[in-house]
C-alpha cells in the first residue's frame, strides 16, 4: 500500500481532507501629503465643475503625488502598515504582488522596485495589470498560491495608482476624477473553513477595451506621451460602455459569489466597491435591494484612485471599526479592459 506524504495543511489525515484557504491579517494604506479641493478645477478651468464632482461622483477632494514620488514610493509606506498589522516584518514575506496600472517602469516590475526598497530579500515578485480591477484580481492570485503551495505563508497583495503623472489636463472630466494612492494587504494560511476569501470570480469584455486607457508607450503606440484618455480616440472601432453596464455586472458577482457561498445577501455587513461613480454604487445596491449605507465609500476625501482604492477602503474601514472580525464582506473591482472582479471575504482581522 502506498503511502501519500502530507502535504502541509492539505495532507489527507485520518480520511478528512484539511483544507488550506487565504485570510487578510493586515491592511494598510498610504495618500500623499498633496490635498487638491474640487474649487482647484473651478479655476483652473472656468466652470463649475465642483457641482458635478459632489453630486455625481462624491469627490470633495483628492491627493496628488509629488513630482519626485513613484507607484513604488507610495507603496511602501501602505505595505509597512500591513505587515505591521499582520505581525511579520519584511524578510518574512514569500510573494509581493503589486497591481497597477501605472508602474515605474513598463519593465522591470514595480514588485522589483518595491522588494528592494522594503528589503524583502525572501520575496518572489510580479505585477498583474487588470486596470482598476487589479487588487481584487490580486488577492484572488494570492489566495490560490496560499492554497495551491504551503511554502506560501505571508503574500503581500498591493494596489497602486500613480494616475497623476498620465493626465490629460486638457480634459476636466477626466482630469478632475483622479488621484494617487496605494493600498495593501498581507495574506496568510488558514485553516478555517469559515474564515478568509470565501469565494472570487473574475469577468471581462473585452468589446470595451478601447474605451479608456494610457494607449501610449507599448507596442502598439511605442515612444509616445502616455496620457490616459476617453473613448479610446486612437482606435476606430472604439465601443462606448453603456450607463449601466456596471451596476448590472456587479451586481451579478455579487449573486454568483452569494450562490456559491450559499450566503443570503442579508449576511454580506459591508461593499468595497470601485469608487468612481456613487450613481454605479448605489445601482447595484439597489439591485441587491440593501442600504446605500453598507457601501464603504472614501471617494469623497481621496478622489478616484483606481487599483488602490479598494485596499484603501479597506484600510480605512478597519481603523474606524466599521468591519468586525467574522463579517462577510464584498469587493467588486472594475477597469479598462473592460475586466471586473470580485470576491467574497470573512473579515479575519
Known sequence: MCKSKPWGANA????????????????????PDKVVKNQYFNERY?????????EKRNIFERRYMAEDQTTSDLIVPAAQQAMKMAGI?????????????????????????????????????????????????????????????D??????????????????????????LFADGAGAVVLQPTN????????????TDGQYHSYMGIYGGGTFRPITKEVVEMKGHLLDFAKK????????????????LLDRTGQPVSEVKKYFITQINIGSINETLDKLGVDHKLAHNIMDRYGYTGSACIPMALADAAEKGAIRKGDLIMLVGSGGGLAMAAAAVRWSI
Open 192 to 203: 478555517e473553513p469559515e474564515e478568509g476569501v470565501q469565494a472570487t470570480q473574475l469577468f
Open 89 to 149: 516584518t519584511a524578510d518574512q514575506l514569500d510573494l509581493i504582488i503589486v497591481a497597477t496600472d501605472t508602474p515605474d517602469y513598463l519593465s522591470p516590475s514595480t514588485a522589483a522596485v518595491v522588494q528592494h526598497k522594503l528589503q524583502a530579500r525572501n520575496s518572489g515578485t510580479f505585477d498583474i495589470n487588470a486596470a482598476c480591477a487589479g487588487f481584487v484580481t490580486g488577492l484572488d492570485i494570492g489566495t490560490k498560491y496560499i492554497k495551491a503551495d
Open 151 to 176: 511554502r506560501y505563508r505571508n503574500i503581500l497583495v498591493v494596489g497602486a495608482y500613480g494616475m497623476t503623472k498620465f493626465l490629460n489636463w486638457d480634459d476636466f472630466k477626466i482630469a478632475s
Open 12 to 31: 489527507i489525515q485520518l480520511g478528512q481532507l484539511a483544507i488550506r484557504n487565504a485570510k487578510i491579517t493586515g491592511v494598510g494604506m498610504y495618500a
Open 241 to 256: 460602455i453603456p450607463l449601466d453596464l456596471n451596476s448590472t455586472h456587479w451586481s451579478r458577482l455579487v449573486q454568483i
Open 46 to 54: 472656468g466652470v463649475d465643475v465642483d457641482t458635478f464632482l459632489r
